[in-house]
């Protein structure tokens, strides 16, 4: 029987990334994005490749119910799914105070609650299959930086609710995994925005901070070969931790994180993200 995979997010990235993998793999897969048909030629390649039975497409904007419904709808329909990947993200930075509140809702109906309830939707199917249910997450979940805030927090919260459905789901047959990569080549700043807020306050840490983003995306390697095969063999059942970091500075974030006490790690970090933020000329 060929199994199946659902995979969030795919017009780029990691998600295109992992599109080729599990084709090339033999799984049929379940490919959505937003704004479809404006931008199915991204898969033109693999759909004239495999074609429409194997390569399914499906328009899915998560803060959007009615198009959540629809493809909850379509797979229930199909009964099989072996692989729920939740890949869709959005990122919005900048100041707390100048954020709007619709930004910060915004952030997590895609990054939170898209993927609460795509999971509660297809639980029964991945009990069914014994499938697994797989979240790629990033750095911005186990450690938190300035400018962040909303971001962090859904990650955060992401990584929070897959923990925990690790342990209520495991006993039924249904494996959870956390994949956290570091900095990449994607082109994930189309799913980027900044507050629209003015706050004269935090206009040098503002532009510090797009400054370092454009050097660390400058000089960041390509790891979405890396995510695709950890994704792919994960799901076909090899063993695996809760999470895997994909990229050295996640590894090196992480072991600074989880070494150091927090009555140490607090203070440097501070230290550090004010060298990095809030001098002059950075």
Not at 14 to 24: A, N, P, S
Not at 102 to 124: C, D, K, M, W, Y
Not at 190 to 203: K, L, M, S
Not at 228 to 238: H, P
Request: charged content about 20%; proline content about 4%; hydrophobic content about 40%.
């Amino acid at each position: 029987m060929i199994k199946s995979v659902l995979i969030t997010g795919v017009s780029s990235g990691f998600g295109r990334g992992m599109v080729d993998e599990f084709l090339q793999r033999g799984w049929q897969v379940i490919a959505t994005m937003r704004n479809l048909d404006s931008r199915r030629e991204l898969l033109a390649a693999p759909l004239a490749q495999y074609g429409e039975e194997q390569l399914i497409l499906l328009n899915l904007d998560l803060t959007d119910s009615e198009q959540v419904k629809s493809v909850i709808d379509k797979v229930l329909n199909q009964g099989l799914l072996h692989c729920l990947i939740h890949n869709a993200a959005f990122r919005v930075f900048g100041a707390l105070e100048n954020l709007s509140e619709a930004q910060i809702r915004h952030q997590f109906e895609v990054n939170f609650f898209g993927a609460v309830s795509l999971t509660r939707a297809f639980l029964p199917l991945l009990r069914q299959s014994q499938g697994s249910i797989i979240f790629i997450s990033s750095t911005f979940g186990f450690c938190p930086y300035p400018l962040t805030s909303a971001h962090c927090a859904s990650k955060h919260a992401l990584e929070g609710f897959a923990e925990s459905l690790y342990y209520e789901v495991k006993p039924h047959g249904v494996d959870v995994a956390i994949i956290e990569p570091g900095a990449s080549q994607t082109n994930s700043a189309q799913n980027r925005a900044w507050g629209g807020g003015d706050c004269p306050t935090y206009q040098l840490q503002t532009a510090n901070y797009q400054k370092l983003q454009q050097r660390i995306t400058g000089n960041a390697a390509n790891n979405t070969p890396i995510v695709a095969r950890l994704a792919a063999d994960i799901a076909s059942g090899k063993r695996h931790p809760f999470r895997s970091r994909v990229g050295r500075d996640a590894e090196v974030i992480y072991l600074f994180q989880k070494i150091l006490p927090q009555r140490l790690r607090i203070p440097v970090n501070n230290f550090i993200y004010q060298r990095l933020f809030c001098q002059e000329g950075k």
